[in-house]
């Protein structure tokens, strides 16, 4: 069965960090997206990462502050998450993906895991 298990999230305070880890059972697919989603509002994309080869992608509310990467060895990606404000409070999902193409629609995602919470405060 396939699984992909998050972990790392928190409370935090503004302009601390937090990494987390997306664990995969085994590679699934093209690449792994992270998604967040704050109350009350839709699940936005964050960022995503082949597995091998190929460029990473980040939303722009979350570029040079957010660095996403992988230890394929692992078979773990992960979001190291620096200078956290407030509005980066939000359930962290990550996601596979089998297709090579278009990144960052949720729909496009295969495999989910259950979510970690990250809580910023100010």
């Known amino acids: 069965q396939v699984q992909l298990v998050e972990s790392g999230g928190g409370l935090v305070q503004a302009g601390e960090s937090l990494r987390l880890s997306c664990v995969a059972s085994?590679?699934?697919?093209?690449?792994v997206g992270w998604f967040r989603q704050a109350p009350g509002k839709e699940r936005e994309f964050v960022a995503d990462?082949?597995?091998?080869?190929?460029?990473?992608y980040y939303a722009d509310s979350v570029k040079g502050r957010f660095t996403i990467s992988r230890d394929n060895a692992k078979n773990t990606v992960y979001l190291q998450m620096n200078s956290l404000k407030p509005e980066d409070t939000a359930v962290y999902y990550c996601?596979?993906?089998?297709?090579?193409?278009?990144?960052?629609?949720?729909?496009?995602?295969?495999?989910w895991g259950q979510g970690t919470q990250v809580t910023v405060s100010s």
């Open positions: 996601a596979a993906r089998y297709s090579s193409g278009i990144y960052g629609r949720g729909n496009d995602y295969d495999y």
């Open positions: 990462i082949p597995w091998t080869f190929g460029s990473t």
């Open positions: 085994r590679r699934i697919g093209y690449a």
